[in-house]
């Protein structure tokens, strides 16, 4: 018995039990699901079915189609699919798969226009588009202000180019972006290690200690220096530490009870503990201020720099062990993995600074945040227009599986 594929295509007003009356009549005349995918944007339906069937039946099929259409008051229409055609379209599914995700505090048709370009530039075919924020509101613009949205693609691009022309239009256009290998990894990341300072905190602890030591704009300027990569991280740190001797360590409490979250970090938070991800912060800072951000948030690991206190609570102007530095972070985020027993390509990073790019560049997902730019430049991924949350889309979750 001869058959054949037909694509039944139907477009209009979303309703409760649509799809299930167009289900009975193929059920009833045994068609074969080849392929189906549906979308729904703002009430209105777009339903694809690819369905395989018996010549002698689709014609009493299509008829019955036809008319339940009619009772719904929705648009359909079919196109057959050759033996050809559809063998050579299960031949593309071996392909690699991409997710190309972007993310702004609004996306614009502009934006999107310059990265699908760039998309068709490489090949890549476009096998789905979705909305991973919650809808924004027009009334209240304020309210959740982030757009993001994910690309499903096929093909196998140029890679290294693809992400140097995506990062040139991010910068100039003002959004940012995320292209990752679809494979099981990205699906199931499990360890998330974060730098301290303009990362999860909007500051600098060891310029907020030097001001009040008096020595601000000195320990600064170095600062500047070495988070651009111009010197380096443990000479630096030697020198900036020891401007500090003589500050009274109360002062460092009255700092954490002060320091300035980063948007976007509480709600990051709350969503990686509730979905089982274990946390660490690898600092180049000071393990007082890290210790208290581990206790505020649940923090599971915590690596920094311990500074010398004498016998009168007094900065010596030295510090204790070893300087976690860019290369021990990296060392750090192995140990950690292998401690939870997780694969690299299961771990994130994510810093601003140059001593960040040796953990950022080993980790399966590595993000630029608010960063440098010789870190943006270097990093495969970055977050420059929205908050820290924002790593969460990088992450595949979208508004509606965490309440907001």
């Known amino acids: 018995m001869n058959k054949e594929q037909i694509l039944v295509s139907i477009t209009g007003q979303d309703r409760p039990g649509l799809t299930a009356s167009v289900m009975k009549i193929l059920a009833k005349h045994n068609a074969q699901i080849l392929d189906i995918g549906q979308a729904d944007i703002h009430s209105t339906l777009s339903l694809g079915i690819l369905i395989r069937i018996d010549e002698q039946h689709s014609g009493q099929m299509l008829k019955e189609l036809l008319f339940k259409a009619t009772e719904l008051g929705v648009n359909i229409g079919f196109s057959p699919i050759g033996d050809d055609e559809y063998e050579e379209w299960v031949s593309r599914q071996g392909k690699n798969r991409y997710i190309l995700t972007l993310i702004g505090r609004t996306l614009t048709a502009a934006q999107i226009e310059a990265a699908t370009e760039v998309i068709a530039s490489e090949g890549l075919n476009i096998d ?13 613009p304020e309210r959740n202000v982030r757009a993001c949205i994910e690309f499903s693609l ?8 693809m992400q140097a022309r995506l990062m040139r239009l991010s910068s100039k256009m003002g959004f940012d972006f995320s292209l990752q290998r679809d494979d099981m990894y990205r699906r199931m990341r499990r360890l998330i290690c974060f730098d301290m300072d303009s990362t999860l905190i909007q500051t600098e ?6 001001i009040r030591a008096g020595v601000g704009d000195q320990v600064k300027a170095i600062t500047e220096r070495a988070m651009r990569g111009e010197i380096d991280f443990k000479e630096s740190f030697t020198e900036r530490v020891a401007l500090l001797r003589g500050l009274d360590v109360s002062v460092m409490q009255e700092i954490a009870e002060h320091l300035p979250i980063t948007e976007g970090v509480d709600r990051l938070m709350t969503v990686l503990k509730r979905y089982g991800y274990k946390i660490a912060i690898l600092s180049g800072g000071f393990t ?8 505020k948030y649940g923090i599971d690991y915590m690596y920094a720099n311990e500074l ?11 510090y204790l062990g070893e300087v976690v530095d860019g290369h021990r972070k990296a060392e750090l985020l192995k140990l950690i993995a292998q401690v939870e027993k997780v694969n690299l390509a299961q771990t994130i990073a994510v810093g601003d600074g140059a001593n960040d790019l040796p953990m950022i560049s080993e980790a399966g997902l590595g993000i630029a945040f608010h960063a440098k730019p010789r870190v943006k430049a270097t990093a495969k991924q970055s977050i420059s227009t929205i908050g820290l949350d924002g790593v969460l889309y990088f ?3 979208k508004d509606s599986y965490i309440g907001s």
Request: proline fraction near 2%; include cysteine; charge should be positive.
């Open 205 to 210: 602890c060891i310029d907020e200690l030097a």
């Open 128 to 140: 789905s588009i979705k909305r991973l924020t919650g809808r924004q509101s027009i009334k209240n």
């Open 288 to 295: 007082y201020f890290g210790e208290y951000l581990q206790r």
């Open 154 to 161: 096929r093909g196998t691009p140029d890679r290294t180019a």
């Open 308 to 318: 010398e206190i004498d016998d009168e609570g007094r900065l010596t102007g030295r």
């Open 395 to 397: 992450l595949g979750f």
